[in-house]
């Protein structure tokens, strides 16, 4: 059996026209959201939460899309436990993915995932075409922007 799934990072109002298209071709897809941008690009409100949520899988992103290797400690931990509670919130119902926002991670990073109850975590690295060895490390085959 043939698996192909897509995943999308940082929860734009967009990814709704993503996911519409994804479902017209029967493709399933992750989407990956933080609540807050830092960077100052839109996020998805509540509400294209839920309505992209009723479709596909919803990861974390951090709450505010922030590189969690260039916080204190402290400030990562919050960036990860609150963007679970809050999805989990919103969406009524546990979520099991994280993605690292920039691909940004360490093992305290990575620690700081598992603890917060995430089941696997997306990196960015590239190419990969093996089977994934640690569940918080995920990989992907092909990355486009």
Not at 52 to 63: R, T, V
Not at 68 to 76: E, K, M, Q, S, Y
Request: net charge positive; charged share 20%; with cysteine.
């Amino acid at each position: 059996m043939t698996v192909f799934t897509t995943s999308w990072d940082d929860g734009h109002p967009l990814d709704l026209r993503v996911a519409e298209l994804l479902a017209t071709y029967g493709f399933r897809g992750t989407f990956y959201v933080p609540r807050r941008n830092l960077e100052g690009r839109a996020v998805l409100s509540r509400r294209e939460l839920a309505t992209l949520g009723a479709q596909f899988e919803i990861g974390g992103h951090s709450y505010d899309h922030v590189r969690l290797t260039r916080v204190p400690t402290a400030a990562a931990a919050h960036q990860v436990y609150a963007i679970k509670a809050a999805l989990e919130d919103e969406l009524g119902r546990s979520i099991a993915g994280f993605c690292y926002p920039g691909g940004a991670h360490d093992r305290s990073v990575r620690e700081l995932v598992r603890r917060a109850g995430f089941r696997y975590a997306r990196t960015i690295e590239n190419l990969w075409l093996a089977g994934p060895i640690d569940p918080f490390q995920l990989p992907t085959t092909l990355q486009l922007y």
